[in-house]
Nanobody, 125 residues
């Protein structure tokens, strides 16, 4: 089992930046592909970005391409999401998640077995 704890959320003006971090503990972190998801009130939880076990492959939702960057440090058991040029529509609770299957990149919530508690990101206009 993997325990995940997110940090770095907050309130920022449109056009600003935030960096989310997720610290993992438990099983060997490098065995898991990782993802960041977000959920706004009344909406489904959607993938924002995902990264393979080695960090060599990444995936981004179209809505964040060119603005967000996912990265991981397997030595420190962390995965991060750098968010630039933030927009009000980026407002949501952001979750990191760990995929224990064999896929290099997983993009749906059902493929992730372990989840953090979430961190709120609010972008004001």
């Amino acid at each position: 089992q993997v325990q995940l704890v997110e940090s770095g959320g907050g309130l920022v003006q449109a056009g600003g930046s935030l960096r989310l971090s997720c610290a993992a503990s438990g099983r060997t972190f490098s065995n898991y592909a990782m993802g960041w998801f977000r959920q706004a009130p009344g909406k489904e939880r959607d993938v924002v970005a995902a990264i393979s076990r080695s960090g060599g492959s990444t995936y981004y939702a179209n809505s964040v391409k060119g603005r967000f960057t996912i990265s991981r440090d397997n030595a420190k058991n962390t995965v991060s999401l750098q968010m630039n040029s933030l927009k009000p529509e980026d407002t949501a609770v952001y979750y990191c998640a760990a995929h224990r299957g064999q896929k290099g990149i997983a993009t749906t919530p059902a493929e992730y077995a372990y989840w953090g508690q979430g961190t709120q990101v609010t972008v004001s206009s």
